[in-house]
């Protein structure tokens, strides 16, 4: 029995539905629109330190840094190094609202987490964006991280709380700043929004790429400070030192 049988023409059957790769213009092998030689070839981020997924040469260390003065958060959960497509994946989205872009590599960071989340990581209560300042998100008309964050926790069924945290100081662009010329920057710049509920929660911050850190740890710390149970990074890249840059 036909649904329309005067109609003679294709009908979309959105079960079958192909997608075409992003990155290659291929067809994809599942509703996914990248292929399996693309996903493959990303800059998957190896062995790293155990705390803040900094690069280094072997498994199970942490490094210097994170001994030397742990972070407020307990762990960082990223994919990738910020190289070659991801680093032009993510300027496109975050510079030139291609939003495909970032809800494709949203989808792949969802399920790489699903897979720590059966490994080694516990699930948060509570996905948290990075705020994004006014002047910014007037500039650019929409925050990365707030859109990451939405498409995960639909993806993940986690709980996204976009107005948990508040950019309260305009500061200046981190791209460009030493680490202790960011931790400067950054000094006072977010606070609560005045109904925040964050005593005994689990939360995960969410942001496009982790360089030094220093947004991460200014977040975090004011989480704990109010009584957070836990704050772990969620991010799609991670960047190495600038000395360890080839």
Known sequence: MRCQPQYDGPVYIWLKNKQSCLLCGEASDDATPICTACETELPWLGDQCQTCALPLPAPGMTC??????????????????????????ITRFKHSAKWPFGHLLAELLARFLLHRFDEDLDRPDTLVPVPLAVKRLRQRGFNQAAMLAGWLGTRLDIACDEKLLLRVQDTSAQQGLKAEARKKNLRNAFALAPDATIKGRHLALVDDVLTTGATAQALARLLMDAGAARVDVYCLARTPKPGDIA
């Open 64 to 89: 210097g840094p994170c001994l030397k003065q742990p972070p407020a958060f307990e762990r960082v959960a990223v994919p990738w190094t910020y190289g070659f497509p991801v680093d032009s994946l």
